[in-house]
C-alpha cells in the first residue's frame, strides 16, 4: 500500500491541493457573500434605527422646551391679567407674587419687574438694584411694546449675567401701556439642555437666528455653524420636524446634526455627536463579524484539509485495492487456463484408464482357462487384477470429478412439484425463523400441477423471499405465511409477511439492482433483482403489495407444464387479514 501511495504522490499531492481549493472555494465565497449581505444591511437598519432614536429624542426634548417657555408666558400672563397697574407698582406685592412664582414653579423666576410706556422700569422686585432702570433702547422692549407677550434671546444686560425675558404687555384703565417683565433663571432653562446626552461625544445647544448660543454647552462646539444657519433660514417654518446632516467639521472627523426648531422658528435645538460615536455598535460588529469569520476560514481551511488528505488517502487505498483486485483477476484467469487445461488432461487420462480397466477385465476372463488354473500365482493375479479394476475405476470418478468442477453447467429446467420445493426451502429457514420468534407457517394447494423450472433457481428465489421477510421481522418477531394455489395456468406462490410494510415511494424501486433500504454491511440490494430477473427468465412474473405498518406480500407466478394444461379458473379468495395482490 505504502508503496503504491508513494509511487503516485506527485498525482496524490496535486489531487489533494484541488479538493482543498474547491472546497475553499465553495465554503468560503458562499461565506463572504452572505457575510457582507447580512453586515450591511445590518448597517443600514442600524444606521436608520439610531437617526430615528436620535430624531426622536431632538423632537421630544423641543417640546419639552417649548412647553417650559409656553407655561412661563402662561404664568406671567395670568399674573398680569389678574392685578392691575396700581397693585403692580406696589413693590411689597410685586415681591410677594415673585415670592409665589419661585415656590410654585422651582425657583423658575429671578426677578419681576414693571415697566411703563416710556422704558422706565416703574417697579421690581428681585436681587438686583434695577428699580428706575430705563430700557428704552433695549431691543426686547422694542420688540414687547408691540406685541402681546413677547420671548427674549440670552443676553447680559444691565446685570452682566446670561439671562432672557418673559415681557407681557398689558394696558392700564386710562389707557395707558405697560409691561410685566419676569427673568427667567437662565441655569434651570439651561439643564432642559444640557440633560441631553448621548454617547461619549454628544452635546446639544440652543441657537438663535443670528448664530448665537442661546445655552452653555457642556463640552466645547465647533465654531462653524453654518449647518444651523442653513436649517433656520430653509426649513424654520416646518413645525416639529428634524433634520439631520452628515458632514465632517473643521477637524475632519465626520459627525452628526440633528436639528429642530424652537420659539416658533426663532430659536433652534442642535444635537451634534461623532459618528463613529453614535454608531460604535456597527464599528464593534465589524470587529466581531471579521473575528468570527477569521476563526470560521480558519476552521473550514482546517477541516478541507483534514478531509482531503482523508478522501486521498481513502482514493489511493481504493486504487491499491484495485491494483490487487486486477492481479486476483489475472490470477484468476490463469487459475480458468489451468481448470481447462485440467479437464482436456482429465479427459485424456479418462480413456487410457478406461482401457487399462478393460484390459485387466480381458486378462481376468483369460485366467478362467483350464491351462492357467493350475498355475501357483493364480490368486495372485486375480488380486492383482481386482486392484487394477478397483484402482481404475476409482481414477475414473475423480476424473469426472474434475471435468464436472472444471466446466460450466448451465441450470436445467426439471418437470417438478412446486410443493416438494417450497417445504424443503421452509424447513430449510426453520431454523433463523424459530431464532428470530418468527412463526414461519406453509399453506399448500394439493395437486398442484407441476413446472419446468430449475430447482435451484426456484430455491435462490424462496429463500431471498423469505429471508427478506426474516431481516423486517428479526427485531420483534412476527408471522410469515408461505402459501401456493392455482391461478389459471400458472402457479402462484404467494410468501406474505405482518412486518413493518415498504413505503410507497419505495415500491416502484425495490426490483431495481443495488436498491437496498437496509444498512451498509446488510444487504447489497441484488437479490430481488436477481429474483426478478430468474422469474423473467422462466416466463413467470414477481410482484409486491405493501403497506406500512400492515405488511408485505411477493407473488411469484410461475407457468405450469404444458403436460398439465387445465383451464382458466378464478383466482383464488385471498383470506381474510392478507394484503389484497395487485
Not at 445590518?42 to 412647553?67: G, N, W
Not at 481404475?392 to 468442477?405: A, P, V
Not at 426439471?414 to 406453509?442: F, G, T, W
Not at 407473488?555 to 392478507?578: D, M, N, R
Request: some cysteine; aromatic content about 8%.
Amino acid at each position: 500500500m505504502n508503496s503504491s501511495f508513494h509511487h503516485d504522490d506527485g498525482y496524490y499531492r496535486y489531487l489533494t491541493r484541488n479538493m482543498i481549493v474547491s472546497i475553499l472555494l465553495v465554503s468560503v465565497a458562499p461565506l463572504i457573500v452572505i457575510a457582507a449581505a447580512i453586515l450591511y444591511y445590518f448597517e443600514i437598519s442600524y444606521r436608520e434605527i439610531a437617526l430615528d432614536h436620535l430624531k426622536s429624542m431632538v423632537r421630544e426634548h423641543a417640546r419639552t422646551v417649548d412647553a417650559f417657555l409656553d407655561e412661563r408666558v402662561a404664568n406671567i400672563r395670568v399674573l398680569a391679567e389678574s392685578h392691575s397697574f396700581e397693585e403692580f407698582s406696589d413693590e411689597q406685592f410685586l415681591t410677594n407674587k415673585l415670592t409665589k412664582l419661585r415656590d410654585s414653579y422651582v425657583k423658575s423666576f429671578v426677578d419681576l419687574g414693571v415697566v411703563n410706556a416710556a422704558g422706565i422700569q416703574v417697579a421690581y422686585a428681585g436681587p438686583f438694584k434695577l428699580r428706575r432702570a430705563d430700557y428704552s433702547d433695549a431691543e426686547w422692549f422694542k420688540q414687547a411694546i408691540e406685541r402681546h407677550y413677547y420671548i427674549s434671546d440670552v443676553f447680559h444686560g444691565l446685570r452682566g449675567l446670561p439671562h432672557f425675558i418673559v415681557a407681557v404687555r398689558q394696558v392700564s384703565s386710562d389707557g395707558e401701556v405697560w409691561i410685566l417683565r419676569a427673568t427667567v433663571d437662565f441655569e434651570r432653562f439651561n439643564s432642559l439642555v444640557q440633560d441631553i446626552r448621548m454617547g461619549k461625544t454628544g452635546v446639544a445647544f440652543i441657537l438663535n437666528k443670528k448664530g448665537e448660543f442661546q445655552t452653555t454647552p457642556r463640552r466645547a462646539v465647533v465654531s462653524s455653524t453654518h449647518v444651523y444657519m442653513d436649517f433656520l433660514r430653509s426649513e424654520w417654518v416646518v413645525p416639529d420636524k428634524v433634520t439631520v446632516v452628515e458632514e465632517p467639521d473643521t477637524s475632519g472627523d465626520v459627525c452628526l446634526h440633528v436639528m429642530t426648531s424652537l420659539k416658533g422658528g426663532d430659536w433652534i435645538l442642535a444635537f451634534r455627536q461623532n459618528a463613529k460615536d453614535a454608531y460604535a455598535v456597527i464599528h464593534s460588529t465589524r470587529a466581531l463579524a471579521a473575528l468570527i469569520f477569521v476563526f470560521g476560514v480558519m476552521g473550514i481551511v482546517l477541516m478541507a484539509v483534514v478531509l482531503s488528505r482523508k478522501m486521498v488517502r481513502r482514493i489511493s487505498e481504493a486504487d491499491l485495492q484495485k491494483e490487487m483486485m486486477n492481479e486476483q483477476v489475472i490470477e484468476a484467469g490463469k487459475l480458468a487456463s489451468v481448470g481447462e487445461l485440467a479437464a482436456g488432461i482429465a479427459h485424456e487420462i479418462n480413456n487410457p484408464v478406461a482401457i487399462m480397466v478393460e484390459e485387466a477385465g480381458w486378462i481376468e476372463d483369460l485366467l478362467e482357462d483350464e491351462d492357467l488354473k493350475q498355475c501357483k500365482s493364480l490368486d495372485e493375479f486375480k488380486r492383482a487384477l481386482t486392484q487394477i479394476n478397483t484402482q481404475g475405476k476409482r481414477c475414473k470418478q475423480i476424473t469426472q470429478k474434475l471435468l464436472s468442477f472444471a466446466r460450466k453447467t448451465e441450470p436445467v429446467a426439471q418437470n417438478i412439484q412446486l410443493n416438494d420445493l417450497v417445504e424443503e426451502v421452509v424447513a430449510l429457514s426453520q431454523q433463523r425463523a424459530r431464532y428470530s420468534n418468527v412463526k414461519l407457517i406453509s399453506n399448500l394447494a394439493p395437486d398442484l400441477p407441476t413446472a419446468d423450472v430449475s430447482p435451484s433457481e426456484i430455491q435462490q428465489v424462496m429463500l431471498n423471499l423469505i429471508n427478506n421477510s426474516l431481516d423486517a421481522l428479526e427485531n420483534g418477531g412476527g408471522k410469515i405465511e408461505v402459501t401456493t394455489r392455482l391461478k389459471g395456468d400458472r402457479v402462484v406462490i404467494d410468501v406474505e409477511d405482518d412486518g413493518p410494510g415498504i413505503p410507497k415511494a419505495n415500491l416502484a424501486r425495490i426490483f431495481d439492482p443495488f436498491f437496498t433500504t437496509k444498512p451498509v454491511g446488510k444487504g447489497t440490494g441484488l437479490g430481488l433483482s436477481i429474483c426478478y430477473g430468474i422469474v423473467k427468465k422462466m416466463g413467470g412474473e414477481i410482484t409486491v403489495n405493501s403497506a406500512v405498518g400492515v405488511g408485505t406480500a411477493f407473488h411469484v407466478h410461475i407457468p405450469i407444464s404444458p403436460l398439465h394444461k387445465v383451464e382458466k379458473k378464478p383466482a383464488a379468495v385471498v383470506p381474510s387479514g392478507k394484503i389484497a395482490e395487485a
